[in-house]
């Protein structure tokens, strides 16, 4: 990410050391990562050890060092959602989008990535795509939101 795009996020939280998270959640919002790179250098406009804003950086599974999508595919395999079909949602989310768990599409559009829980266990099983949930899955209707996502009539 350009510096002074990193710049501008932290000042906008007036250089605050108490802030680091909320200037990690931004530069990765913006480069769909956080690289070494950028850690080193919000580290160093903070005034703080490189080890700590890349302890919180890997501690935390909301941040992630490899590039994701655009669009970052979560899929809830929890007990709830895995006892009501979460293994089938997921196997038909890798083929219809041709990922590996944890991996990204070759076009970047898609991050593919296996969660605990989504919080919606009584309408499992659950997928969310970047912030937004659908419940109540089948392979029908993951396959609907994938055509509707991905404008393939397929």
């Not at 919080?119 to 499992?124: F, R, V, W, Y």
């Not at 099983?125 to 089948?138: A, H, Q």
Request: glycine share 6%; charged share 30%; proline share 2%.
């Amino acid at each position: 990410m350009e510096k002074e795009k990193i710049e501008k996020i932290v000042l906008k939280h007036r250089n605050e050391k108490s802030a680091i998270l909320a200037i990690l959640h931004e530069v990765q919002a913006e480069d769909k990562q956080l690289n070494a790179d950028s850690l080193r250098y919000i580290a160093l406009l903070l005034g703080v050890p490189y080890a700590n804003v890349y302890g919180l950086a890997t501690f935390y599974s909301a941040f992630s060092s490899d590039k994701k999508g655009k669009t970052l595919v979560r899929a809830c395999d929890g007990i709830s959602c895995h006892i009501n079909g979460a293994e089938e949602i997921i196997k038909t989310l890798k083929s219809r989008l041709n990922v590996e768990m944890g991996k990204t599409t070759w076009d970047e559009a898609f991050s593919l990535e296996k969660v605990r829980c989504l919080g919606l266990c009584s309408i499992s099983p659950n997928v969310s795509f970047n912030d937004r949930i659908y419940s109540s899955l089948t392979k029908e209707k993951i396959l609907e939101i994938l055509r509707e996502m991905t404008g393939d009539p397929k």
